[in-house]
DNA sequence: TCTCTTCAGTAACTTAAGTTACTGAGAAAA
DNA sequence: TTTTCTCAGTAACTTAAGTTACTGAAGAGA
């Protein structure tokens, strides 16, 4: 893992930087550096707190999460000229997925401040909100995508009661939601026979403490006690 | 279905919009109108042209993605002051997924263009185009999460195979991928044994042409022809 | 050349979850 | 009030896909 400069012409080939000027440019790339991953070298994981952007300049980026069983979700394979971590920038500062070299690759390095200070000083407050916005829909999505290929039914449906009555009210513990089986099912992937199976289960752990016809009222803090 | 004028205070509650000053504002107010939505009517469908931007002002909107097959899959529930459709506008400018009011809605509608005129005019070059790199990765992650929750392990091969190829070599037909099965189960959610099983039955099916220790060769043809 | 390691192939088995096919309860409509 | 919907509950069954547990082949490294 050794350092070279002249990192220019690499972020040149990066649509949202291309359009800056030269001056601009080399203020990002000083800081800027480039190194190399063996094959199978981690880059970083998805907790570990953001300090560079990346660019891949030649080889394979492999981003992907990991499951509490050590299952392993691909969410997206980079080549040469693709970028990555800044939907993070503007969320919780974490990775938030995990990236190994799929073959000895390069990769120029930028620290994440220093992009983010280009980005707030060349975009406008509104820009800068509809990015914002964008970025929690990709977390959205892939907490989604990580939840349908990891957990079960159960978990599931665990977490989106969780959500569900987070949304409907965060300082209570006991929540009535007016959602029925079909909804549960569809935001969760599955079919309104295993939500009734799965509900029925939760109910006899008093987990669902009332349900009736239309709606159902869950217990926060159990609920987030079976969250794996 | 009625409309009512008067949209500007409920524009004000959309981050992006908030920080426009008055004039501006009133713009993109004179173009908006209020529409109200009966509980399970539909606001558009996934295949329609994108024309307008939703906001909510009361009420709950699903949006929901539909398999084949006829199953749903939510992707979001939205609430008062969310707002929707944002990122088709910088794609394919098709809605890409579906809208559904789950109960008698309130919704302010922007017509599209407007909504991407006022963008275009208050946000750099710069910042459209981190943009549009974000609303690509909306895009992928919604696929990501439709194919994960819709179809089976077989045709999520089928089509990691098909991206793959299409790839590395957008021109040839007949294209090597260097690529373990343990990286194709963890592009598809799924694990090694099962990749085996089925590429096995695509070798019969002579989709997948050859194959060794390191890689092997398919058919982009045959692959796009089994998919569903 | 000879291990050692990594990856692919396979079979037998288990199980989660989807399917089919009902019944019944409660709300809304007539 | 009666009928008609819509939604929930349930049981029996089927099946896709995950698990366990091997064997063998091909490269990589010593």
Redo the contacts between chains.
Sequence with gaps: MKSIPETIPDLRTL??????KEDELSLIGEQAHVSTFLKNEILFRETDPLTFIFIVKTGRI?L?KTSHEG???????L?PHEYFC??PLYLDGKYSVSAMA?EDSAVVMIPSKDFKEI?SV??????????????S??K???V??EN??FKDVEQRIIFALSR?AE?KSPDNNIVSLAVSHQ?IA??T?T?REVVSRTMMKLKKEKVIVDSSARGFTVDKEKLSRLLK
Tied chains: 1, 2.
Excluded: H, N, Q
């Design positions: 649509p949202c930087l291309s359009v800056l492999k992907f299952r392993e979700l691909t969410i997206k394979l080549g800044c939907a799929m980005i060349s975009v406008s407050e509104i820009g800068l909100r509809v990015i914002r916005g964008l970025c829909k990709i959205y999505l892939s989604l995508a349908l290929s569900l949304e909804d569809s935001m992937g079919v």
